[in-house]
């Protein structure tokens, strides 16, 4: 039976065969690189800062420079594939991303690794919808398709938890460029590979190009996504609402755009499609969920448990791995059941698992059982609304419907620790009760963050003091993960809800 939001006109005879599964292979070598990216950096700061004695804005912007250009470039090079040839769009982005990254590795200074991060924000934005959308076209079985998003989903959420792992180990025996390095053995593969096995698929009758268009998209999201960045960092009182309101702005203008142009850049009309959107949403507030969690549970394994980034990253191993379980198991039940109940479902777990944080941070199992949890939930939610996106989207259009969904994604993971890491930051700052007899810029320097908290402690003279430093930091960044958890899991409860009366009320038996 077809869900209503399926285009009728779409009927599909062949499977895919052994090609079409090397193809997925092939194409899962810059879906990790990429999602190992997002968060193997932060690991390198330190070393990056030592090396090349940034200034305090260019460590920021080596830092944000990446994710400001890949969010408002998607859209445009995910219509850009549908347009000029979606596997043309992933080799010029492979070969770009490599020799960028390369390049980067060996940067002299801090202004030539900010513009080496950006270059790469603009070649990676050309890698991930190439790669999503082109599963449409090689997976026309919606059966193989569903498995083949899974697979992809799951590689996705394993190359952001392996980011600690891969950091910690390369950095324990190699210098901070090795983190930009390593995107050459896994990328030249690709360029050879590709070709061979990967199909090329585009438009059939694609519009015309609009730079108006382009202009207008990097000029809504650049300011929205930088913009959260700042209230994160400054608070609400930053010029954090003025970026919101220029974004805002210009998101207007450029719907306004597409719907006056008889061939937009983005068919305004998927939005109108309720499983697309309730799929997008869904996407969105799962990776707030999941960044969010990351994001406080990895700054109290390493800084109140006291381990290393390595040892942090194992530790949330085992949930990864329940992840990437959930992500391939729930393909067989989405067959069975519909995606309104199973998403829902799925998502319960996740809320248990931030439940469980709120009311115990103390116990290091509890933590690894409640990352479990929350990656069956994400897991098994992102596999079904990715699909739901790619279906419920005309294949002429996949790569922009899967640029949109990166940018869901991109947007999700940047409001998940602006948010949730806003609020905790908020809370440590009013709980944090300072020992007597700190002096005036170790007490500032302890209230910013507990990473300050801790770095002050450590060199301070008297070991008692110290201790109750870290202690009374502790205390106050654990009280705060409670609200955090709370609302974290309001937040899930909210996807599950939109995906009960958005995501359709039947299950998906048809071949497309």
Do not use: C
Not at 184 to 212: C, H, K, Q, W
Not at 330 to 341: G, I, L, Q, Y
Not at 392 to 412: C, D, H, L, N, Q
């Amino acid at each position: 039976m077809l869900t209503s939001s399926l285009p009728t006109h779409e009927i599909t005879v062949t499977r895919a065969g052994w090609r079409g599964w090397f193809a997925l292979a092939v194409l899962m070598l810059p879906v990790l690189l990429v999602s190992v990216d997002n968060t193997v950096l932060s690991f390198a700061l330190p070393e990056i800062s030592l090396a090349l004695q940034p200034s305090s804005i260019e460590q920021l912007w080596i830092i944000d420079v990446y994710p400001l250009v890949l969010a408002g470039l998607l859209v445009t090079m995910g219509v850009l594939g549908d347009r000029f040839g979606r596997r043309r769009m992933l080799l010029i982005g492979a070969t770009g991303f490599a020799v960028v990254s390369a390049l980067s590795a060996f940067a002299p200074t801090a202004a030539l690794l900010i513009t080496g991060r950006a270059l790469m924000g603009v070649f990676g934005a050309m890698l991930m919808p190439s790669t999503l959308s082109l599963l449409r076209s090689i997976f026309r079985d919606r059966d193989q398709r569903r498995f083949a998003i899974a697979v992809w989903a799951s590689g996705f959420s394993a190359g952001a938890a392996l980011g600690p792992i891969v950091g910690g180990f390369l950095l324990e025996h190699f210098s901070w460029g090795s983190v930009f390095l390593m995107a050459v053995p896994v990328l030249v593969p690709l360029l050879i590979l590709a070709p061979f096995f990967v199909p090329e698929s585009r438009d059939p009758a694609p519009g015309r190009f609009d730079p108006t268009s382009v202009v207008l998209s990097l000029a809504t999201m650049v300011p929205i996504v930088y913009g959260i960045k700042k209230l994160a960092v400054d608070g609400p009182m930053s010029l954090a609402p003025v970026l919101f309101v220029v974004g805002i702005v210009f998101g207007w203008l450029f719907v306004r755009r597409q719907r006056a142009l008889t061939s937009p850049m983005l068919d305004m009309s998927l939005f109108r499609r309720g499983t697309f959107s309730g799929a997008i949403l869904v996407n969105l507030l799962s990776v707030v969920g999941l960044v969010g969690f990351l994001y406080f549970v990895a700054q109290h394994l390493q800084l109140v448990v006291g381990l290393s980034p390595m040892v942090a990253g194992l530790a949330l191993l085992p949930g990864l791995v329940l992840m990437i379980i959930a992500g391939l198991a729930v393909v067989p039940v989405a067959k069975r059941f519909a995606p309104r109940v199973v998403v829902p479902t799925a998502l319960a777990f996740s809320v248990v698992a931030y439940v469980m944080v709120a009311f115990s941070t103390a116990d290091l199992v509890l933590l690894i059982v409640a990352f479990g949890l929350l990656g069956i939930g994400i897991g098994a939610a992102e596999t079904v609304s990715n699909e739901l996106i790619l279906s419920s989207a005309p294949s002429a259009k996949a790569g922009a419907a899967s640029a949109v969904s990166e940018t869901a994604y991109e947007v999700g993971a940047v409001l998940g620790t602006a948010v949730l890491g806003g609020i905790l930051a908020a809370f440590y700052r009013a709980q944090l009760v300072l020992p007597a007899g700190l002096p005036d810029a170790a007490a500032q320097a302890a209230r910013e963050t507990l990473a300050g908290a801790v770095a002050v402690s450590n060199t301070l003279d008297d070991p008692t003091l110290a201790e109750a430093l870290r202690t009374a930091a502790a205390h106050a960044f654990d009280s705060g993960v409670v609200v955090t958890a709370l609302i974290g899991a309001g937040l899930i409860v909210v996807a599950g809800v939109i995906a009960a009366t958005t995501l359709g009320g039947s299950r998906s038996t048809s071949k497309q």
